[in-house]
C-alpha cells in the first residue's frame, strides 16, 4: 500500500467539454479521496478550460498552441507550418511549467494542447496516462500513444486502434459517469415545475444545442401535447428565444412540454426521467449507462470521423438505444421513435438494463488506480 505522501497531479487537455470534464471529474474524485493533493491544469488561453478550471478552484497554466489543419491546400499548409512552429515553443513553455510544479503523474485527457505536455513529461520521465473518450481515437492520443505509460479508454472498439501499443490499453471508462452516480435527493422535476409522477421524456442537443433536433421538435410540438407523458426540452442558450417565439403562435396553456434554454444540474435530471433523447457524445453516454436509461441517440454528423455514430451504435449494438441519423430526423420521425418505448415499459425496462450493463459507474476510481500504480512503480525503480 502507498504512503499517505503528498501528491502532485498536473492534467491537460481542452477545446471541448468532452476534453476537459472527464479530467476535473478525476481531480474531484482524487481530492475526496486525498485532501492533501495539488493540482495543476494547462490548458490554453482560448479553450473553455480557462474558465471552467478556475472556476473549479483549481490552479491553471496556459500554453500557446493550435490544432492541424486538415485542409489539403496551400493556405492549409502555411497553417500547419505555423502550427508546427507554436508546437516547439510550447514544448518550451511545458517543460519550463513541469520543472516548477514537479508532478507526480501526467494525464491528458486530448485535445492539441495535451499534446507538448504529455511529451515533454515521458521524455522527463514522469508517469503519463492519456484518457481516450470516444470509440474513434483522437489524432492527438494516436501521436501520443507511444510516449506514454498507460492508455485509458472508454469504449472496448478504441483498443485496436492504437495498434502496437495496445498492451498499454486498460479499460476504465469515463470519469463522470461516477459523478452522476452519487446520492441524489428527488425532487428535480418539481423544481422545474414539472409533475414528478408523470413519465417524462428528456431532449436536448447538448450544453448549446443542436439546430436539426430542435427543429424536430418544433415540427413535433402539437403532437407532444396530446401525449400523456411530460416532454422536457432543453434547446440551448442561443436557441432560447427564437423557440418560444415559435411555440407560442402553437398550442396555448399547455403543461404538457416544458422547454429551458439550459439545465445546470442534468445528472439529477436524468434519474426521474424514463428515455432520454439526444447527441452520443461520450460524456452524454458515459452519465447515460452509469445511470441505466434507455436512450434515442441522434449522432451529430460534424464531428471528426463521424464519431458520434459510432459512439451511438456501441450501445444500438448491445440493444440499450434507438438510433436516429440525422438526415432522417423529422418531426413525426422523433414523435414515433418516442412513442413506440413511453409506450412499451417491457421494452424501456430491457434496454435499461442492456444499458445499465455498459455502464462505468466507478471509472473515476479506476483511473486513479492506474495512475497511482504508475507513481508506486515509479518510486520503487528510484528505490532500487
Do not use: W
Not at 12 to 40: C, N, Q, S, W
Not at 160 to 187: S, W
Not at 208 to 234: C, H, P, T, W
Not at 308 to 314: D, E
Request: charged share 20%.
Amino acid at each position: 500500500m502507498m504512503s499517505k505522501r503528498k501528491l502532485r497531479v498536473l492534467l491537460t487537455g481542452g477545446g471541448t467539454g468532452g476534453h476537459i470534464y472527464p479530467a476535473l471529474a478525476v481531480a474531484d474524485r482524487l481530492k475526496m479521496l486525498r485532501p492533501e493533493v495539488e493540482f495543476l491544469y494547462v490548458g490554453t488561453e482560448r479553450g473553455l478550460e480557462s474558465h471552467v478550471v478556475p472556476a473549479k478552484g483549481y490552479s491553471f497554466e496556459a500554453v500557446h498552441i493550435e490544432g492541424f489543419s486538415r485542409k489539403i491546400s496551400l493556405e492549409g499548409l502555411k497553417y500547419n507550418l505555423k502550427t508546427m512552429k507554436l508546437f516547439f515553443t510550447s514544448l518550451k513553455r511545458a517543460q519550463k511549467i513541469l520543472r516548477e510544479f514537479q508532478p507526480d503523474v501526467v494525464v491528458g485527457t486530448g485535445g492539441y494542447v495535451s499534446a507538448p505536455v504529455i511529451y515533454k513529461a515521458s521524455r522527463m520521465n514522469i508517469p503519463t496516462v492519456i484518457h481516450e473518450q470516444n470509440s474513434v481515437v483522437g489524432i492527438t492520443n494516436k501521436f501520443l500513444a507511444r510516449f506514454v505509460d498507460k492508455i485509458a479508454i472508454c469504449f472496448e472498439e478504441a483498443q485496436d486502434q492504437f495498434g502496437k501499443y495496445t498492451e498499454k490499453v486498460v479499460l476504465t471508462g469515463n470519469p463522470r459517469a461516477q459523478e452522476v452516480v452519487k446520492d441524489i435527493q428527488p425532487g428535480e422535476l418539481e423544481r422545474l415545475g414539472l409533475t414528478a409522477d408523470q413519465p417524462t421524456v428528456l431532449i436536448f442537443g447538448g450544453s448549446r444545442g443542436a439546430s436539426a433536433i430542435n427543429q424536430a421538435f418544433i415540427d413535433a410540438y402539437e403532437q407532444f401535447a396530446e401525449k400523456d407523458y411530460q416532454v422536457l426540452f432543453v434547446s440551448g442558450a442561443v436557441h432560447y428565444d427564437n423557440i418560444q417565439k415559435q411555440v407560442n403562435t402553437m398550442i396555448k396553456d399547455n403543461h404538457n412540454i416544458h422547454v429551458f434554454p439550459y439545465i445546470e444540474n442534468m445528472p439529477e435530471v436524468f434519474t426521474e426521467i424514463k428515455l432520454v433523447v439526444g447527441r452520443s457524445g461520450a460524456t452524454s453516454l458515459a452519465e447515460i449507462t452509469a445511470l441505466g436509461l434507455p436512450s434515442i441517440l441522434i449522432p451529430s454528423p460534424n464531428v471528426t470521423a463521424d464519431h458520434q455514430t459510432k459512439n451511438a451504435m456501441s450501445l444500438v449494438q448491445n440493444k440499450a438505444a434507438k438510433l436516429i441519423p440525422e438526415p432522417e430526423l423529422t418531426g413525426s420521425v422523433l414523435v414515433g421513435a418516442i412513442d413506440q418505448l413511453m409506450s412499451n415499459e417491457a421494452l424501456r425496462i430491457e434496454m435499461a438494463q442492456h444499458s445499465k450493463s455498459l455502464g462505468r459507474p466507478e471509472a473515476a476510481d479506476h483511473l486513479i488506480e492506474v495512475m497511482l500504480s504508475l507513481i508506486k512503480q515509479q518510486l520503487s525503480e528510484g528505490e532500487a
